[in-house]
């Protein structure tokens, strides 16, 4: 596996920070390591990167990344946006099925009472 160099700082961080790796991992059933943690942090790190790159833009700006990405990539971009709608519409219609549907339901009629002596 490959090392990199962090400083003691970042170093004594993660280990701070692996407490609370461990108790998440412990409600997964899965151990704890500092490599993992430190993993888990920069990919976090590179995810939280990207959102900020990427959520401020206009819409269009996706769309012209996402032919740009097509062109450059097709046998990977391609086939990976057919299987995001096939999951996508998966996960809709699993959602759909487990959502009630909106509005009043109409009240059950009730016995009528029993007459009072």
Do not use: N
């Not at 819409?59 to 990405?69: F, G, N, R």
């Not at 339901?105 to 007459?115: I, K, L």
């Amino acid at each position: 596996m490959p090392r990199i160099t962090i400083s003691k700082q970042t170093l004594d961080h993660v280990r701070a920070f692996l407490a609370l790796g461990e108790q998440l991992c412990d409600e997964q059933g899965e151990e704890a390591t500092l490599d993992l943690c430190a993993e888990t942090l920069i990919l976090l790190g590179i995810r939280a990167v990207l959102d900020g790159l990427w959520r401020p833009q206009e819409p269009d700006i996706h769309v012209q990344t996402l032919h740009l990405l097509a062109a450059a990539y097709p046998h990977q971009v391609l086939p990976f946006l057919a299987h995001i709608m096939r999951e996508g519409g998966k996960a809709m219609r699993e959602l759909e099925e487990q959502e009630a549907p909106f509005g009043f339901r109409p009240q059950q009629p009730s016995p009528p009472a029993a007459p009072s002596l």
